[in-house]
Nanobody
Framework: QVQLVESGGGLVQAGGSLRLSCSAS????????MAWFRQGPGKEREFVAA????????VYADSVKGRFTISRDNVKNTGYLQMNSLKPEDTAVYYC???????????????????WGQGTQVTVSS
């Protein structure tokens, strides 16, 4: 499995931006699909965005579409989640996840992913 470490979380005002990073080690990151999930206070974990192994295909939850952008740099073994126009309801712990895959199929369910990071807190104040 690949080891994942998230960073970039913090406190931001509504309307602001943050960029989360997911640093991967231990395996060839370029052979993995990756995704971001989040879990808000008192809520279940939910899908945010996913990207295929090459970065050529992406999918987003309706709640973040048009505001968030998922990307990756396989040379740097890092995935990213650019979050713009943040809202208080985006407050959550954000997790990156990865699964060995070189297909273009995009997985949106947490149980389909093998490796998870420890999470990074994002707090959006109103």
């Amino acid at each position: 499995q690949v080891q994942l470490v998230e960073s970039g979380g913090g406190l931001v005002q509504a309307g602001g931006s943050l960029r989360l990073s997911c640093s991967a080690s231990g395996r060839t990151f370029g052979a993995y699909a990756m995704a971001w999930f989040r879990q808000g206070p008192g809520k279940e974990r939910e899908f945010v965005a996913a990207i295929n192994w090459s970065g050529g295909s992406t999918v987003y939850a309706d709640s973040v579409k048009g505001r968030f952008t998922i990307s990756r740099d396989n040379v740097k073994n890092t995935g990213y989640l650019q979050m713009n126009s943040l809202k208080p309801e985006d407050t959550a712990v954000y997790y990156c996840a990865a699964k060995p895959s070189v297909s273009n199929y995009l997985r949106v369910r947490g149980y389909e992913y093998d490796s998870w990071g420890q999470g990074t807190q994002v707090t959006v104040s109103s």
